[in-house]
């Protein structure tokens, strides 16, 4: 029996976490009336959102070995900056959102880059490199706006994350092209099988030609880009840069990914994995409030989940 | 009656019998060698005394009793301590603390560490082995060969009844090892007995009472030291009789592909000169530790050599990094497959196709049905055993996780593979399945270098073999004139018996 189990769970390494999403629908279905409604199931696309953008590059990152607690940092960061680029553009209000969201951008590459640098060139480790940032970061933010918000943001800022296409929620939107361009990237292109040899045998993979170096900064870099974008659609949706926007949104994000079946020992791992993972405890806090849990206990329940899943990937070895 | 009896011993790993029915017998106050090549079983033999290993079968009689050591603490219970020949002790602990770990001076109810006794006796063991060394000195900031002392000490620390040293002198300079020397008479003064493990057979007829020679797992014979020479010891170890389980060929070398000239890397190699014609085997051999697998890394593009230089037919090349060999068609079929040959974790289709995946590249993403084929052809082409392509590498034999890796340097197209140790832990007919896929790649006029321990393989498969000791090359023979006698004697520096027999 146990046996056939760990088989069962080697051959389809996707299939468990499906099932707990459905599980878990038919559940709060049965709890809460308000659940399985069109409405609803938006406004849980809409929550997961910002995770969503953050846990692709977290998926390649961690894939590599690696790891970066600096994201919810940089969403803070780039979310303010681009504020506050717009604050003084605001003559210019077309010019100022499109510079200001290069910005918020670029500063995320930078932030990447840099942690890239530290942990190939220099062979600090990846921790730490990104505990460091994340502090540095999160204290520019609040350096920038001196401790406040920067609000009245001009009117077509809010389309990245208040506006739509059709139905569709544009936040919504730019994490479903996120996660299909993070899909191609790590399961058909040549990046993405390097990525995943670099995380299960760095050495074997340098002897066979890789330059791990490169890629595993690359990855790095990418990660960055991703939290600023991040960083901008929360700004926009809350038509504010605030300094402590995204706290501890890394905790969450790596726990969507691990939930997700990606191994922190690297080389094991999925974009759809990732993808079912923050659906999984996007419906899983939506459905607990609905439920009317109170959030002491929802947290209690989060992390025993956590566990669960972590064991369960255990039992795969 | 002796002090101690083993006999009968037995060991199996995975795919090899590391040792067959081994016996060894030592007396009280002896200073005992045991002899033998690479994987003659001495390591094992010794390890399982220690209680590292267990034994599958046989006998371990202590002053005419036997014993379970089953565990290195009941072998350290029973007197009998090992100084291993990789050095065990811990970098960031001083001289003292690494001494006394495992058995710490302690003192008062709460048992407190006694650092001032544990000091002291630390600086008495190392006089007494002639060294003026601090003991609350770190062990990073001391020389290998200060380190050894320590191990030393740390093994004369616990009062022994049995001493095994593991090729204790291989990183000794001459004043150390004198005091080495001269500490080991000693001991046998005191009556305990000494068992020496040394590829340097003059350290043995100076030393040693009795030595013992091993070969393939099994003890070939016990022997006065004093009653043969190091000739007849080399014989003993090489034996007479060699298996005759695949056919000898002669390729037709075309010409030259590879040159070598004057690299040096510090520490490592000195001086290689080295040629490789087009269709040709060129084997490699040398004790571990003599710089090959070096040498490969350097043809490979994985290490740097400080002066020298590389010609690729004729045209100096710098190689800064395996990619760049590899797009000079160069292949290295590494010693350790799974630490750096493959990605255990990962399919047998992206294993092979890992180090020339950009031609498999069509706008921008993989194409995976020719990525399929390809892997297909070298399953049937090198008769790999696996139920699909999508098979994880992990689950695959030792003898097929190599055909995995050669299929990958295959797909590469290489002109020049270098094969490190290609049959090690692999079992008997898969060994001949290689050989005969490397004869099949030479006859398409690839070169090979084959670096091996395996004397009767080199000698089977290799036009000319070159000898390595100490970082050098100290000898070239053909294969007409080569004998398993010669190159042990080159291979431990020995160049006179070479020259002579």
């Known amino acids: 029996m146990k046996h056939s189990l760990r088989g069962w769970l080697r051959s389809a390494p996707q299939f468990l976490i499906v099932v707990a999403v459905v599980a878990e629908c038919v559940i709060f279905a049965v709890l809460s009336p308000s659940f399985l409604t069109v409405d609803n199931f938006v406004n849980v696309a809409l929550q997961i959102a910002i995770y969503g953008i953050l846990a692709v590059g977290m998926t390649l990152v961690i894939i590599t070995g690696g790891i970066d607690l600096s994201v919810g940092s940089v969403v803070a960061l780039a ?35 840099f942690a890239g640098l530290m942990v190939t060139r220099l062979r600090v480790p990846p921790f730490i490199v990104t505990l460091a940032l994340m502090t540095i970061e999160r204290g520019l ?60 045998n760095e050495e074997a993979s340098r002897l066979s030609g890789i330059n791990t170096k490169t890629v595993v900064h690359g990855v790095y870099l990418l990660n960055g880009g991703l939290a600023g974008l991040a960083g901008i659609t929360l700004a926009s949706r809350l038509g504010a840069g605030v300094p402590n926007a995204g706290l501890q949104y890394e905790l969450d994000v790596i726990a969507a990914v691990v939930v997700g079946g990606t191994s922190l020992m690297g080389g094991v791992g999925s974009v759809m994995g990732t993808f079912w993972g923050t659906v999984f405890i996007g419906i899983l806090n939506n459905g607990l409030n609905l439920a009317n849990v109170d959030p002491y206990t929802q947290k209690v329940a989060l992390g025993v989940v956590i566990l669960l899943a972590v064991l369960l990937d255990r039992m795969k070895e | 009656m002796s002090l101690l009896e083993m006999s009968g011993i037995t060991k199996q790993f995975p795919g090899v019998l590391a040792l067959d029915k081994a016996h060894l017998s030592v007396e009280a106050g002896e200073c005992h060698a045991l002899v033998g090549e690479n994987g003659a079983g001495k390591s094992t ?155 340097r057979l003059e350290e043995i007829f100076k030393i040693c009472e009795r030595v013992t020679v091993m070969r393939d797992g099994r003890t070939i014979q016990t022997e006065v030291t004093g009653k043969l020479n190091q000739d007849q010891i080399i014989r003993l170890m090489v034996g ?44 490699l051999t040398g004790l571990v530790g003599a710089g090959r697998t070096e040498l490969a890394r350097v043809i490979f593009g994985a290490d740097q050599p400080d002066s020298g230089r590389i010609l690729l037919e004729g045209k100096p090349v710098s190689l800064r990094s395996p990619r760049q060999a590899i797009d000079l068609g160069i292949g290295l079929l590494t010693e350790d497959r799974k630490m750096q040959g493959l990605i255990l974790n990962m399919m047998l289709r992206e294993n092979t196709t890992l180090a020339s995946l950009s031609r498999l590249v069509k706008r921008g993403f993989i194409d995976f049905s020719a990525e399929k084929s390809a892997t297909k052809k070298f399953i049937r082409d090198l008769l790999i055993k696996t139920p699909s392509t999508e098979q994880k590498v992990r689950n695959l034999s030792g003898g097929t996780q190599q055909k995995v890796v050669l299929a990958k340097w295959l797909f590469t197209e290489s002109k020049i593979l270098i094969f490190d140790e290609p049959t090690r832990g692999i079992d008997v007919g898969a060994k001949a399945e290689i050989y005969q896929l490397m004869w099949k790649l030479v006859s398409q006029g690839i070169a090979i270098l084959m670096i091996s321990s395996e004397l009767p393989e080199v000698l089977k498969m290799c036009e000319r073999i070159l000898v390595m000791h100490d970082g050098e090359i100290t000898g070239e023979l053909k294969r007409e004139e080569a004998d398993q006698e010669k190159i042990m004697a080159l291979a431990m520096g020995l160049n006179h018996l070479a020259r002579t027999s």
């Open chain 1, 79 to 113: 979310g303010v900056a681009t504020a506050s680029l717009m604050e003084r553009l605001a003559g210019q209000p077309s010019v100022g959102v499109t510079l200001a969201i290069v910005l918020g951008i670029v500063l995320g590459l930078i932030s990447g880059g």
């Open chain 1, 141 to 200: 933010a609040f350096i920038l706006t001196g401790g406040f918000s920067i609000g009245n943001l001009p009117r077509g800022f809010g389309f990245l994350g208040r506006g739509h296409l059709g139905a569709v929620p544009v936040p919504v939107l730019t994490m479903a092209l996120v996660f299909a361009a993070g899909y191609l990237l790590l399961s058909k292109s040549r990046s993405g099988r390097y990525i995943y040899a670099i995380g299960g």
């Open chain 2, 45 to 199: 033999l010794v390890k399982i005394l220690s209680g590292a290993y267990r034994a599958d079968s046989g006998l371990i009689m202590l002053d005419g009793e036997t014993k379970q050591i089953d565990s290195p603490i009941t072998a350290r219970r029973l007197g009998i301590t090992m100084i291993h020949q990789e050095l065990n002790l811990l970098p960031e602990l001083t001289v003292a603390e690494n001494i006394f770990l495992g058995h710490e001076v302690v003192r008062g109810p709460l048992g407190w560490l006694d650092k001032r006794a544990m000091e002291k006796r630390s600086e008495q063991l190392l006089e007494s082995l002639g060294q003026k060394l601090s003991a609350r000195a770190l062990i990073k900031k001391i020389s290998l060969a200060q380190q050894q002392m320590v191990e030393i000490a740390k093994a004369l620390s616990v009062k022994s009844k049995i001493l095994v040293m593991d090729e204790p002198s291989s990183i000794l300079t001459d004043r150390e090892l004198h005091e080495l020397f001269d500490l080991i008479g000693r001991l046998k003064r005191q009556n305990v007995a000494i068992i020496y493990i040394s590829h």
């Open chain 2, 240 to 283: 007479r009789e060699i298996e005759q389980f695949f056919p000898s060929q002669h390729s037709h070398p075309g010409e030259e592909i590879l040159r070598l000239e004057a690299i040096e890397k510090a520490g490592k190699l000195r001086n290689i000169h080295l040629c490789l014609r087009k269709g040709e085997i060129v084997g």
